[in-house]
């Protein structure tokens, strides 16, 4: 009888860190080379962890503040796990090239595409 609440249990709490999981995985945020943004959390975090860290570096403003810093162009994740080491936000990062700097390059590409 105890292994069968014990098994009961287990397969609540992995339901629910699923759910959790789940519902923070649907966030996307796109952020621009040369311009660091800053990531406001609901629930404190105790670590940080980075898909790519050649595209994106995070740095700790408070429990649950972060500064993200692209580093290069690309798609990564970070993934944030609070104290009792249960993901409490998935985030995929879209790091991309400033529109101005592409705008300002419109001309040259037509005529390379004309020749």
Known sequence: MIAI???CALGIALL???IAAARAANQTVVVELGNVSTLALDKPYETVLIGAPDIIDVHR????TVALEPLNPGVTNI?????QNIVIANIELLVRQPAIGVIDRIPQLVRRSVR
């Open 79 to 83: 993934v944030f796990v609070d104290d």
């Open 16 to 18: 629910v860190t699923a």
């Open 61 to 64: 403003r408070d429990d649950r």
């Open 5 to 7: 609440v014990r098994a």
